[in-house]
Protein backbone atom coordinates (compact mmCIF):
# COMPACT_ATOMS: atom_id res chain seq x y z
CA UNK A 1 0.00 0.00 0.00
CA UNK A 2 1.34 3.35 -0.94
CA UNK A 3 0.12 6.68 0.24
CA UNK A 4 1.35 9.94 -1.46
CA UNK A 5 1.29 12.95 0.49
CA UNK A 6 1.22 16.41 -1.50
CA UNK A 7 0.76 20.05 -1.22
CA UNK A 8 3.08 21.04 1.17
CA UNK A 9 5.56 23.78 1.04
CA UNK A 10 6.63 27.49 1.86
CA UNK A 11 3.84 30.01 3.13
CA UNK A 12 3.79 33.07 5.10
CA UNK A 13 1.74 33.35 8.38
CA UNK A 14 -1.53 33.43 7.69
CA UNK A 15 -2.00 31.66 4.20
CA UNK A 16 -3.04 28.78 3.95
CA UNK A 17 -1.92 25.21 2.59
CA UNK A 18 -4.22 22.30 0.93
CA UNK A 19 -2.73 18.96 1.28
CA UNK A 20 -3.90 15.92 -0.12
CA UNK A 21 -3.42 12.44 0.15
CA UNK A 22 -4.12 9.56 -2.31
CA UNK A 23 -4.07 6.15 -1.47
CA UNK A 24 -3.21 2.88 -3.85
CA UNK A 25 -6.00 0.90 -2.48
CA UNK A 26 -9.52 1.15 -3.53
CA UNK A 27 -10.37 -0.93 -0.68
CA UNK A 28 -9.13 1.40 2.27
CA UNK A 29 -11.85 3.50 1.17
CA UNK A 30 -13.84 1.95 4.12
CA UNK A 31 -11.08 2.83 6.39
CA UNK A 32 -10.43 6.07 8.79
CA UNK A 33 -7.66 8.17 7.59
CA UNK A 34 -5.52 10.64 9.45
CA UNK A 35 -3.10 13.47 9.43
CA UNK A 36 -0.31 13.90 11.70
CA UNK A 37 2.60 15.86 12.53
CA UNK A 38 5.90 16.18 13.36
CA UNK A 39 7.58 19.43 14.07
CA UNK A 40 11.76 18.75 14.35
CA UNK A 41 13.14 17.62 17.87
CA UNK A 42 9.69 16.87 18.91
CA UNK A 43 7.38 13.51 18.06
CA UNK A 44 4.52 13.14 16.01
CA UNK A 45 1.46 14.67 17.16
CA UNK A 46 -2.12 14.32 15.73
CA UNK A 47 -4.03 16.66 13.66
CA UNK A 48 -7.02 15.62 11.64
CA UNK A 49 -9.17 12.64 10.91
CA UNK A 50 -12.19 11.79 9.47
CA UNK A 51 -13.97 8.26 9.71
CA UNK A 52 -14.74 5.97 6.30
CA UNK A 53 -17.98 7.91 5.27
CA UNK A 54 -16.69 11.35 5.73
CA UNK A 55 -19.19 12.49 7.99
CA UNK A 56 -17.39 12.27 11.71
CA UNK A 57 -14.21 14.06 11.79
CA UNK A 58 -11.73 15.38 15.05
CA UNK A 59 -9.56 18.06 15.02
CA UNK A 60 -6.68 18.64 17.39
CA UNK A 61 -6.73 21.84 19.90
CA UNK A 62 -4.24 23.29 17.39
CA UNK A 63 -5.75 23.41 14.53
CA UNK A 64 -9.51 23.60 15.49
CA UNK A 65 -11.59 25.96 13.67
CA UNK A 66 -9.02 27.00 11.17
CA UNK A 67 -8.68 23.42 9.54
CA UNK A 68 -11.10 20.90 7.62
CA UNK A 69 -10.13 17.65 6.39
CA UNK A 70 -12.29 15.94 3.45
CA UNK A 71 -12.43 12.60 1.74
CA UNK A 72 -13.21 11.32 -1.59
CA UNK A 73 -13.84 7.85 -1.41
CA UNK A 74 -14.06 7.26 -5.36
CA UNK A 75 -10.43 9.19 -6.12
CA UNK A 76 -9.21 7.33 -2.97
CA UNK A 77 -7.97 10.78 -1.38
CA UNK A 78 -7.99 12.67 1.79
CA UNK A 79 -7.31 16.45 2.13
CA UNK A 80 -6.15 18.49 4.64
CA UNK A 81 -6.77 22.39 4.64
CA UNK A 82 -5.34 24.38 6.64
CA UNK A 83 -6.12 28.60 6.93
CA UNK A 84 -4.41 31.20 9.20
CA UNK A 85 -1.19 29.26 9.12
CA UNK A 86 1.01 29.69 12.02
CA UNK A 87 4.87 29.59 12.44
CA UNK A 88 4.17 26.52 14.99
CA UNK A 89 2.86 24.65 12.14
CA UNK A 90 5.26 23.95 10.77
CA UNK A 91 6.00 20.51 10.16
CA UNK A 92 6.11 17.32 8.26
CA UNK A 93 3.12 16.45 7.75
CA UNK A 94 1.95 12.39 7.04
CA UNK A 95 -1.22 11.49 6.20
CA UNK A 96 -1.83 7.38 7.21
CA UNK A 97 -4.61 5.17 7.22
CA UNK A 98 -5.80 3.65 9.78
CA UNK A 99 -6.63 0.01 11.27
CA UNK A 100 -10.63 0.33 10.98
CA UNK A 101 -13.40 2.28 10.08
CA UNK A 102 -13.90 5.02 12.54
CA UNK A 103 -11.63 8.33 13.34
CA UNK A 104 -8.63 7.96 15.41
CA UNK A 105 -6.09 10.21 17.34
CA UNK A 106 -3.85 7.99 18.07
CA UNK A 107 -0.64 7.31 16.12
CA UNK A 108 -1.20 3.31 16.82
CA UNK A 109 -4.19 2.95 15.75
CA UNK A 110 -2.90 3.48 12.21
CA UNK A 111 -1.54 0.69 9.63
CA UNK A 112 -0.29 2.52 6.39
CA UNK A 113 1.97 5.85 6.46
CA UNK A 114 2.78 8.09 3.93
CA UNK A 115 6.24 9.44 3.22
CA UNK A 116 5.12 12.91 4.81
CA UNK A 117 4.98 16.25 2.80
CA UNK A 118 6.95 19.39 4.35
CA UNK A 119 5.19 22.54 5.31
CA UNK A 120 6.89 25.42 6.36
CA UNK A 121 5.46 28.96 7.64
CA UNK A 122 7.61 31.89 8.04
CA UNK A 123 7.02 34.89 10.05
Known amino acids: VQLQASGGGLVQAGGSLRLSCATS????????MGWFRQAAGKEREFVAT????????SYADSVKGRSTISRDRVKNTVILQVNDLKPEDTAVYYC?????????????????WGQGTQVTVSS
Open 50 to 57: IDWSGTTT
Open 25 to 32: RRTLSNNG
Open 96 to 112: AVAMFAGPSDLPRNYQY
